[in-house]
């Protein structure tokens, strides 16, 4: 099911502190400190007014299906001080505040939400989109590793909030690849196979067989 992006408007400052809300209370029966005061998580009020700045900016995105508010991402090109250095700033868009209703979860929202963030990349021409993700969940780790970003680093000691690993992705990764390109004449292994197939039982050997 693909979900429709829109680009966020004031009115939906509601629904993304919601999902923040939601998701944290859902992390929080799982043992993750993300997002809760005792995790040094942003306060909601901060969080909702950090929000409304890139509302207005037009950085936020919300993913609905039938026209149902199904997650949101906000993307630009900042992030907190010493995490990303100039240059890596300079050549990328940085992906904040990703949250998906757990009502639509297993519907890969995610994944949409990512394939824009790459999509507004390609648009300004940056090479990489990057993320910083809440450094002591592993499960958000091993997502973003699935997804096909890589760890860049986990931040040093200059970098003080909760949010210091750093993952990247290629923003051309995310094109469709072009198909190889073989040399006339090339016997591939269906051609091969083919060939064997027409010999004789006698001259076909054991590694035939098996292989």
Not at 170 to 188: D, E, F, H, K, V
Request: net charge positive; glycine share 10%.
């Amino acid at each position: 099911m693909k979900p429709h992006l829109r680009r966020a408007d004031i009115g939906d400052l509601g629904t993304v502190t919601r999902l923040r809300l939601q998701r944290t209370n859902w992390l929080a029966a799982r043992g993750s400190d993300q997002w809760t005061r005792a995790g040094r998580g942003l306060p909601i009020e901060l969080f909702a007014r950090s929000v409304a700045r890139a509302v207005r900016a037009g950085e936020t995105w919300i993913a609905e299906i039938d026209g149902e508010p199904a997650g949101t991402i906000t993307v630009n090109n900042r992030a907190d001080e010493g995490l990303w250095s100039p240059g890596e700033l300079a050549d990328a868009v940085i992906v904040h505040y990703m949250i998906v209703d757990l009502r639509f979860a297993g519907n890969h929202i995610g994944e949409a939400l990512l394939a824009h963030a790459a999509e507004l990349a390609r648009t300004a021409h940056r090479g990489w989109v990057r993320l910083d993700a809440w450094t002591t969940n592993q499960g958000l780790h091993d997502y973003y590793l699935r997804n096909g970003f890589t760890l860049a680093r986990i931040a040093g000691p200059e970098a003080t909030g909760p949010s210091r690993a750093l993952f990247e992705r290629r923003t051309a990764s995310w094109l469709p690849q072009p198909a190889a390109i073989l040399p006339t004449g090339y016997q591939g292994p269906i051609q091969l196979h083919a060939r064997r197939a027409q010999l004789p039982s006698a001259l076909t050997t054991h590694r035939d067989v098996v292989g």
